[in-house]
Structures are given as structure tokens and as C-alpha cells.
């Protein structure tokens, strides 16, 4: 029966040609907006965000509004190095995400003991603190002016920064796919097999003998660390780290996108930083006092009448497509 139920969970997750739609939409992108590289740059960063966010909810039922911790993490490690002389861009990421990922492992096991609502407002607290801790270091952090004026050596030496966006596009765009292919290696796994079976029922998991804890701080280390990645790209590609990499709002935004795109569906988070940063980019065009309320209308409409988020209208849809076509002589 776990073998059935584990291949049943797995061919959820074989690779279909219609993966390779967010590419070809980013290559098609690169060339017909030029001019809006910087925003392209912007949407994979927070997609990014939004991906290791849904590992937590979407896959291991571990729901946090202090996830922003992680990304302001990397994104200040990220400043930091910059700031002392480590300029090498790549070294960057990575060790930005391995200080957001012992952040993780070392909170984990504390953390994650609890669930539900009291889960829910300790990761709030701590990201409360954070940012607190974060505006009164002033003399490390720069406080409410942050890390202004950042600079990063070219990639491999050869690639430099502009403001035109172009190398920051291309590179967000590298990460985010080795972020992806990272994601999809955890739930195509055994290993996220037993994630969605704590999702789903914690303590049969531990009757049968599973390691719970382990497993949940696990994945929230390794959620944590492309949190960082995320937040790294934030600093290079703007070069600036503010105090709004660690507010609370940039997690309750990661988690709306998730929301918007589909929970637990992989390229739903994609999906929904997509759309909510092109949805929130014309919205301040239209009137910067009141996007929020573009924002708010469109979640709601999701929210009620689609299941599963936009993956899962659009899902809904084109099994209805086939199965209108299949019936017809």
C-alpha cells in the first residue's frame, strides 16, 4: 500500500514538455520588453521567495509567516560580503544561502516542535525581532538607511552589471531554474513523499516509525537556504539590502503568491509571482496608493471560485477542453 500510494504520489511529478512553457515565456520575454529587464530580474527573486515558501506549506504542511527571516538573511549576508570586499557574485549566493540555512538548522528543531496557530505566531515573533534587531544594529546593518551602493565583481569575469538589467535578468533567471530543479528533486524523492505524508497525518507518520522532526527541519533548512538564494539576488541585482527584506510583509507576499498560484503544485508559486508582480507593476501604474486593492480583488476571486489556485483553474479547464473534445464524434 505505501508503494502504491508513494508512485501514485511521484507520477504527480514527471516531466511533461509543458515545463518548459516558463523558458520559452522568459526567453520571449528578454527580447520583446528590453526595457523591462529590471522588473523581469524582480519577478524571479520573488519567485524564488515563493518556491521555498511552498516546500514549507505546500508539501510539508508547516505554515510560517516568518519566513521573510531567511530571505532578509541572505540578502544581508549578501550586502555584507559585498561591503567587506567579497565581490565574486556567485561565492556570494552561495554562501548567503548557507548562512540562511544554518539560521534553519539551528532553529529548527525548537521551532518546528510546535503547530498550528502557536507554529504560526512564534515564527511571526521571531521575525518581528529580527527586524528589529536589524533597524537598531544600525552600525552593521545601516538601519531604516540599509546597504546602499552595493557592488559585485562581473560573473566568471566576463559579465558585467548595467542598468539596463540585462546581466541581472539572465542570471536571476540561471538561479532560478537551478532553484527549480532543486525543488523538484525534493518532491520527486522519497523523501517528499514522506513530506506530504506529514502534511498530511504527522502522527500516523511517527506510528509507523518515520523521524518527524528530522524530517521537517530538514526541509525547513533546506527551504531556508533558497529563501537566501533569493535574497542574495535581491542585493545584487538592486544593489541595496533595506530593512523591508526582513518585514513581515515580504512573507505575507510570498504567501499570497502561493496562494494565487496553487499550493503545493510546484509551478504554482512561479505562476503566482508572476502574476502578482505584473498584476502589482500596472496596479502602481494606475494609482501607487491603491494596488493593494487590485492585489485584494484578484485573491479573492481565486480564493472563491477556483480550487487549487490559478495552476489548478487553468488544470480544471483543459481537462474540461479533452474532455469536451474526446466526447464529440
Not at 57 to 72: C, K, P, R
Not at 273 to 290: C, F, H, I, K, R
Request: proline residues 3%; hydrophobic residues 55%; glycine residues 12%.
Amino acid at each position: 500500500m505505501i508503494s502504491i500510494d508513494s508512485s501514485r504520489s511521484l507520477a504527480r511529478y514527471r516531466f511533461s514538455a509543458w515545463e518548459l512553457l516558463p523558458a520559452a515565456a522568459a526567453i520571449a520575454y528578454f527580447f520583446v520588453r528590453p526595457d523591462y529587464l529590471s522588473l523581469g530580474a524582480g519577478i524571479f527573486v520573488t519567485a524564488i521567495f515563493a518556491i521555498s515558501l511552498d516546500l514549507l506549506i505546500g508539501f510539508a504542511g508547516i505554515i510560517t509567516l516568518g519566513h521573510s527571516v531567511f530571505f532578509g538573511l541572505g540578502a544581508y549576508a549578501a550586502g555584507l560580503l559585498a561591503r567587506s570586499g567579497w565581490a565574486e557574485p556567485i561565492s556570494v549566493v552561495l554562501l548567503s544561502a548557507a548562512v540562511a540555512a544554518l539560521a534553519a538548522a539551528v532553529t529548527g528543531p525548537f521551532v518546528l516542535k510546535l503547530k498550528g496557530l502557536p507554529l504560526i505566531m512564534v515564527t511571526l515573533g521571531i521575525a518581528a525581532v529580527a527586524y528589529e534587531v536589524a533597524n537598531k544594529f544600525d552600525w552593521l546593518t545601516g538601519g531604516h538607511d540599509g546597504l546602499p551602493s552595493l557592488t559585485y565583481a562581473p560573473i566568471f569575469g566576463l559579465f558585467r552589471w548595467s542598468m539596463y538589467g540585462t546581466t541581472g535578468y539572465v542570471y536571476s533567471f540561471i538561479w532560478l531554474t537551478v532553484v527549480i530543479l532543486v525543488a523538484r528533486m525534493v518532491v520527486c524523492s522519497s523523501f517528499g513523499v514522506a513530506l506530504q505524508g506529514i502534511r498530511q497525518n504527522a502522527l500516523r507518520m511517527r506510528v509507523i516509525g518515520a523521524p518527524v522532526l528530522l524530517q521537517s527541519v530538514i526541509i525547513y533548512t533546506i527551504s531556508a537556504a533558497l529563501a537566501g538564494i533569493g535574497g542574495a539576488l535581491y542585493a545584487q541585482t538592486n544593489s541595496f539590502v533595506g530593512l523591508d527584506t526582513l518585514s513581515i510583509d515580504q512573507g505575507v507576499f510570498a504567501l499570497a503568491m502561493v496562494v494565487l498560484g496553487g499550493i503545493g503544485r510546484l509551478y504554482g508559486a512561479l505562476l503566482g509571482a508572476v502574476v502578482y508582480n505584473l498584476v502589482q507593476d500596472s496596479a502602481q501604474q494606475w494609482n501607487p496608493y491603491y494596488w493593494m486593492f487590485a492585489i485584494g480583488v484578484m485573491l479573492v476571486l481565486v480564493v472563491r471560485f477556483g480550487k487549487g489556485g490559478l495552476l489548478g483553474i487553468a488544470s480544471d479547464l483543459g481537462n474540461r477542453l479533452l474532455a469536451r473534445a474526446g466526447a464529440r464524434p
